[in-house]
């Protein structure tokens, strides 16, 4: 296979709300390349990006799709995002390896949370990014709105490539406003455009926008704007240089329209792709972290210079492992033996290779530019690095999201119980954002996600990937157990069975605590307990907190002093005063009065404005306590704290209130006391478990 040649590369990652069109438009793509012989249709499952039975099922994208195809001697490398916020997770991990994005808006939606929150990333990142309006052809769009609404929401100053001819079902065309001529549309699904007379009605508006246009970037260099202030025209090189280098340092945003299932403007997408986007060497240097000292450095491209980062991890049934990783600078073969300096350990590659959607095709050599794939390396793991034997530089990876949804899982089989552990290590080595855990106070296995789309998702692909079959049910909420009054008690236990007895007496008193956790206080005195045998009462005590007395939940934050007590020369031992111990705390307890702590989380809840006081009114009737609210991407930040109990179905319901437009997270905060009506129906189901 010939190799590429990194000027020929363009690294795109398609991007946009979920359902705005990204995958037919990337469909659309791989069509005109010759990269598949039919135009895939996403809503008749022929995606080859979605092939997932998951993402068929659903009809959105689950996880980044990839593919590659030829266009004008440029290798495009194609990598479908998700845009639901359930997955993405797995879109900021893609943008980190791209050199460019095309940024999808649905005509008849305008800008929705997760374009907006991707917007920001790829600003962050500094990443060369193009607006395509999608679905022109669709009832009750208008292109003019839509660039209003992307200019206020995305709060940028976008210049507009094309205008379109014709609206909704008579959408037709597009006004090519770089060479002013109008083009029209080949009506079967080809691509293809001829060139035509600008329609009279959009004349006026074109000329208008084109003058503003260039006005932009002649503005890109003091050459340019001295021209055009000499009101000289600007050749037809001078305005592909300028919008290449205005692309490229992000001070211009171009904006083109269609409608990616009709394969209307994918051609001309592409056209900007190979002629305006960078190519890996456009970067020269890549910034890196040195794992040794932490400081910062620089990775300067070049061939000599081995440097690869992964960025994404697939289990794959049959294959395998597969490690995904972009070559940043240098070369790499099969069988080779590299370097990986997040893990310090070598790794020998097998075959390498190019992903296309779901199938795999070896290749000869990766290049500066390259997204390729490795099967089966033992160590490596997504967020390592490739480089030089020796060299401690990694690329920097980022933080994923934290889980807010959670479910205790149960296998439903002893053969899927002896199978879990190992089928879901290998479904989070796909998926960082999904945790595995187990709630040693509960004592459940815990699924964590960050949403229930995500977790339901998960729960199939254990299924069909590793015949694992598991049920999903509200965790048990790790409540606590305390004391707000204080006692001296006695804990005797006396037991006479013919031989030697059993005897020991213990004089304590209970205590809170607050904040301070289990503290035991020795006051004896005069040798009235032997000192060998005081450890014993605390171990007894400390038993029974684990426990619980109540309802069967831990206790925390009580000091326990003993000052008295009596023993026996031959019946006492370690486990009398172990009893004893315990049977005065059990008596004393119930007598302080006791109450049960339940846990406080933080949530931030993003949501649009017109729907801040519909999710304030809910926080409270959760019993939880607004803090406070703010600007944020995407809408208002919504600050709360609210118990635990109240929020294990809140993912769910939270969609369900915003039609999906609303977005939180969740973090443990403090425990503090439940109400007492709330906490008698914890305590009276805790006795109705315990009797079944």
Excluded at 278 to 286: A, F
Excluded at 426 to 437: A, Q, V
Excluded at 476 to 486: S, W
Aim: with cysteine; hydrophobic share 35%; glycine share 8%.
């Amino acid at each position: 296979m010939k190799k590429n040649e990194p000027s020929q590369i363009r690294n795109i990652a398609i991007v946009g709300h979920g359902k705005s069109g990204k995958t037919s438009l990337a469909e659309a793509f791989l069509f005109n390349g010759k990269a598949t012989d039919r135009l895939n249709k996403v809503d008749n499952a022929e995606s080859v990006l979605d092939f997932e039975p998951e993402e068929k099922d659903r009809k959105i994208t689950i996880m980044s799709g990839f593919h590659h195809l030829v266009w004008k001697k440029h290798t495009v490398n194609i990598i479908d995002t998700p845009g639901d916020a359930n997955f993405v997770s797995d879109t900021y991990n893609s943008l980190q390896v791209i050199d460019a994005a095309v940024l999808v808006v649905d005509a008849s939606s305008g800008v929705q949370v997760i374009t907006e929150k991707v917007w920001h990333r790829l600003k962050e990142n500094k990443v060369p990014t193009i607006i395509f309006i999608n679905k022109l052809d669709r009832e009750n769009t208008d292109f003019d709105k839509t660039l209003t609404n992307i200019t206020e929401t995305l709060k940028i100053n976008p210049t507009p490539l094309q205008l379109p001819i014709g609206k909704e079902a008579n959408f037709k065309g597009f006004v090519d406003l770089i060479r002013m001529k109008g083009c029209e549309y080949v009506s079967d699904e080809s691509g293809k455009a001829a060139d035509t007379e600008i329609p009279s009605e959009l004349a006026e508006s074109a000329e208008e926008i084109r003058q503003k246009f260039i006005e932009d970037i002649a503005e890109s260099s003091e050459e340019l704007l001295e021209k055009y202030l000499d009101g000289q025209e600007l050749s037809g090189d001078e305005i592909d240089d300028a919008i290449k280098n205005s692309v490229r340092d992000g001070s211009l945003i171009c904006v083109m329209c269609g409608s990616g299932v009709n394969n209307f403007g994918a051609q001309q997408v592409l056209d900007f792709v190979v002629n305006y986007f960078p190519s890996p060497l456009d970067m020269q240097e890549i910034e890196a972290v040195d794992q040794k000292n932490n400081e910062p450095v620089k990775i300067t491209i070049s061939d000599d210079t081995p440097f690869a980062y992964v960025f994404k991890t697939i289990a794959d049934p049959y294959a395998g492992k597969l490690s995904l990783f972009r070559v940043l600078s240098g070369t790499f073969s099969p069988d080779m033996t590299v370097y990986n300096a997040k893990k310090e350990t070598k790794e020998k590659f097998g075959q390498i290779l190019q992903i296309e959607g779901k199938a795999q095709k070896a290749i000869d050599i990766a290049v500066t530019g390259d997204i390729v794939a490795v099967a089966k390396l033992k160590e490596t793991t997504t967020g390592d690095t490739f480089c030089a034997e020796g060299a401690h530089a990694c690329f920097k990876g980022i933080d994923h999201q934290k889980p807010v949804t959670s479910y205790a899982v149960v296998p439903k089989s002893r053969g899927d119980e002896d199978k879990l552990g190992s089928a879901f290590a290998r479904l989070m080595e796909e998926d960082p954002t999904l945790i595995l855990s187990r709630n040693e106070e509960t004592r459940e296995f815990v699924l964590s996600g960050v949403g229930q789309v995500h977790l339901d998702v998960a729960v199939a692909k254990l299924k069909r990937k590793f015949g694992v079959d598991i049920e999903m049910k509200l965790p048990k909420v790790a409540y606590k157990e305390t004391i707000k009054g204080r006692i001296k008690v006695q804990g005797k236990h006396k037991k006479q069975t013919g031989g030697r007895g059993q005897f020991a007496d213990t004089w304590i008193e209970i205590e809170p605590n607050k904040g301070g956790g289990f503290e035991f206080v020795d006051k004896i005195v005069g040798g009235a307990i032997p000192k060998n045998y005081i450890p014993a009462v605390e171990k007894g005590i400390a038993n029974q907190m684990k426990d619980g007395i109540l309802a069967g939940y831990p206790i925390v934050d009580v000091r326990v002093t003993l000052y008295d007590g009596s023993f026996h020369d031959v019946d006492s031992s370690d486990m009398a005063f172990q009893i004893a111990g315990s049977k005065g705390f059990k008596t004393g307890f119930v007598q302080c009065n006791p109450v049960l702590l339940e846990p406080i989380v933080n949530v931030e809840v993003t949501v649009p404005e017109d729907m801040t006081g519909d999710i304030m009114g809910d926080m409270n009737s959760r019993r939880g306590r607004v803090l406070g609210m703010e600007q944020a991407v995407g809408g208002q930040l919504i600050k709360a704290q609210v118990p635990l109990a109240e929020m294990l179905k809140y993912s769910a319901e939270l969609t369900s209130m915003t039609s999906g437009r609303g977005m939180f997270t969740m973090e443990f905060d403090h425990y503090e006391e439940m109400p007492q009506n709330l906490s008698e129906k914890i305590i009276a189901l805790s006795k109705t478990d315990e009797e079944e």
